[in-house]
């Protein structure tokens, strides 16, 4: 299952981890990137691990992340890379929103209409491994990741191909890539006790991802940063999950008056990411980092986030690096609460898909000890409001909440 409380342009129901994989420097959880290569000699083997909680508002989803990865210079071209994560997901999830008398329907209520959770029995856990080489050329750099992710209703199979090239004596780098994944995403329901997977909902798609990135350093002390992504998806693309109340339907199973959702079965997106860094030396070597974000798709969203990060070195070798987060988006085209009239072709209530705003920030401190290990740790806070958005579009302030995410990291150089 896909996890709640992401935003839409950079996780969506049924995303695999591709979608992430050319961001990996924007959502890598603290302490997994691994150090820069140009610090590692041939000898230079280094393990990192992370464990994350990620909590939601209200009793719903809770999300228990362990990583691990470790890195190997070969020689002074190659290293590789073998990472792991395991997922253990709890918790409730929001189907819809359906009316107050809605039949099966638990949840928060605001006038007639009632927030619809699924039941707090929801247990999954998921496993990803991937492989990754990279190999340096004189003015370049070639990367291949390869990879698996599994859980009980989800399986994605995915590769990355990346390079960089340097130009004007490294003072600009240019950056493409290409990933493609194979993922069949299934339903799981509770038939006399047991959880089955059912034939009903489901099916496969296949994504493709282009990334091109363009870097510059500006002076000694800053550099700008634009990358532009493009990717397209294909085959079952709706959430098995979630629902779409129909007052007017009556099906027994698996919900009375309750018809699934459906989207489109293809989705072009399109993303721009502006990043801007400025080392301060005067502030004992601390830096501004400042990211802009657009996402675009073929579904009617639209987003934009703002973030800033402030790393400052204090006493004693410590690093703390605060951060705040702005988040927007407008609903899709067929986001519908209930259904009215002759349903659509398509139509959704997923949160999800809604219009919202959201704020978000933490804190991240981290130190080297003994010039081999590397202690993490950080704190997370999200909230998102409907009336927070600016971008316009359906949503409701049932579907408000908030989640906190706390981690802490090792790095370890042999």
């Given at each position: 299952?896909?996890?709640?409380?992401?935003?839409?342009?950079?996780?969506?129901?049924?995303?695999?981890s591709?979608?992430?994989?050319?961001a990996?420097?924007?959502?890598?959880?603290?302490g997994?990137?691994?150090e820069?290569?140009?610090?590692?000699?041939p000898?230079d083997?280094?393990?990192?691990?992370?464990?994350?909680r990620y909590?939601?508002?209200?009793?719903?989803?809770?999300?228990?992340?362990?990583?691990?990865?470790?890195?190997?210079?070969?020689?002074?071209k190659?290293?590789?890379?073998l990472?792991?994560?395991?997922?253990?997901?709890?918790?409730?999830?929001?189907?819809?929103?359906?009316?107050?008398?809605?039949?099966?329907?638990?949840?928060?209520?605001?006038?007639?209409?009632r927030?619809?959770?699924?039941?707090?029995?929801?247990?999954?856990?998921?496993?990803?491994?991937?492989?990754?080489?990279?190999?340096?050329?004189?003015?370049?750099?070639?990367?291949l990741?390869?990879?698996?992710?599994?859980?009980n209703?989800?399986?994605s199979?995915?590769?990355?191909?990346?390079?960089?090239?340097?130009?004007d004596?490294?003072?600009?780098?240019?950056?493409?890539?290409?990933?493609y994944?194979?993922?069949?995403?299934?339903?799981?329901?509770?038939?006399?006790?047991?959880?089955?997977?059912?034939?009903?909902?489901?099916?496969?798609?296949?994504?493709?991802?282009g990334?091109?990135?363009?870097?510059?350093?500006?002076?000694k002390?800053?550099?700008?940063?634009?990358?532009?992504?493009?990717?397209?998806?294909?085959?079952?693309?709706?959430?098995?999950y979630?629902?779409?109340?129909?007052p007017?339907?009556?099906?027994?199973?698996?919900?009375p008056q309750?018809v699934?959702?459906?989207?489109?079965?293809?989705?072009?997106?399109?993303?721009?990411?502006l990043?801007?860094?400025?080392?301060?030396?005067?502030?004992?070597?601390?830096?501004?980092?400042a990211?802009?974000?657009?996402?675009?798709?073929?579904?009617g969203?639209?987003?934009?986030?703002?973030?800033?990060?402030?790393?400052?070195?204090v006493?004693?070798?410590?690093?703390l690096t605060?951060?705040?987060?702005?988040?927007?988006?407008?609903?899709?085209?067929f986001y519908?609460?209930?259904v009215?009239?002759?349903?659509?072709?398509?139509?959704?209530?997923?949160?999800?898909?809604?219009?919202?705003?959201?704020i978000?920030?933490?804190?991240?401190?981290s130190?080297?000890?003994?010039?081999?290990l590397?202690?993490?740790?950080g704190?997370?806070f999200?909230?998102?409001?409907?009336?927070?958005?600016?971008?316009?579009?359906?949503?409701?302030a049932?579907d408000?909440f908030?989640?906190?995410?706390?981690?802490?990291?090792?790095?370890?150089?042999f």
């Amino acid at each position: 299952m896909a996890w709640e409380g992401a935003d839409v342009a950079v996780t969506n129901a049924g995303a695999s981890s591709l979608l992430g994989a050319f961001a990996a420097a924007a959502l890598a959880l603290p302490g997994l990137c691994p150090e820069a290569r140009a610090e590692l000699s041939p000898e230079d083997l280094s393990i990192d691990t992370n464990f994350s909680r990620y909590a939601e508002s209200n009793g719903r989803m809770k999300v228990d992340v362990y990583q691990a990865a470790a890195n190997l210079v070969v020689n002074d071209k190659l290293s590789l890379r073998l990472h792991g994560v395991k997922d253990v997901i709890t918790g409730a999830s929001p189907i819809g929103i359906g009316r107050v008398n809605a039949g099966n329907c638990k949840g928060p209520s605001l006038g007639d209409l009632r927030q619809c959770l699924s039941s707090a029995s929801i247990s999954d856990v998921r496993d990803a491994i991937d492989i990754n080489a990279t190999y340096a050329l004189d003015k370049a750099t070639l990367d291949l990741d390869v990879g698996r992710s599994s859980e009980n209703d989800y399986e994605s199979n995915f590769f990355n191909l990346s390079s960089r090239w340097d130009f004007d004596n490294k003072m600009t780098t240019l950056t493409a890539g290409y990933g493609y994944a194979s993922d069949q995403v299934w339903e799981i329901q509770a038939i006399n006790g047991v959880k089955v997977r059912t034939s009903q909902n489901g099916g496969d798609k296949e994504t493709n991802q282009g990334m091109l990135g363009l870097t510059r350093i500006l002076d000694k002390d800053s550099l700008i940063q634009a990358n532009v992504t493009y990717a397209y998806n294909a085959g079952y693309l709706t959430d098995p999950y979630k629902y779409v109340y129909d007052p007017v339907a009556f099906f027994s199973q698996p919900y009375p008056q309750w018809v699934h959702e459906r989207r489109p079965s293809n989705r072009n997106q399109v993303g721009l990411l502006l990043n801007y860094v400025r080392n301060f030396e005067e502030l004992n070597a601390a830096s501004l980092h400042a990211d802009y974000r657009f996402y675009a798709d073929s579904w009617g969203l639209d987003s934009h986030t703002f973030e800033l990060s402030w790393l400052q070195p204090v006493w004693g070798g410590w690093m703390l690096t605060p951060r705040a987060r702005y988040y927007s988006q407008n609903s899709a085209d067929f986001y519908q609460l209930i259904v009215t009239g002759q349903p659509s072709a398509f139509l959704s209530s997923d949160y999800r898909l809604a219009g919202f705003g959201a704020i978000g920030g933490g804190m991240h401190i981290s130190r080297m000890f003994f010039d081999r290990l590397k202690v993490s740790g950080g704190v997370d806070f999200y909230q998102r409001e409907r009336a927070w958005g600016f971008s316009g579009g359906g949503g409701t302030a049932l579907d408000n909440f908030s989640f906190s995410m706390f981690s802490v990291s090792l790095n370890l150089k042999f």
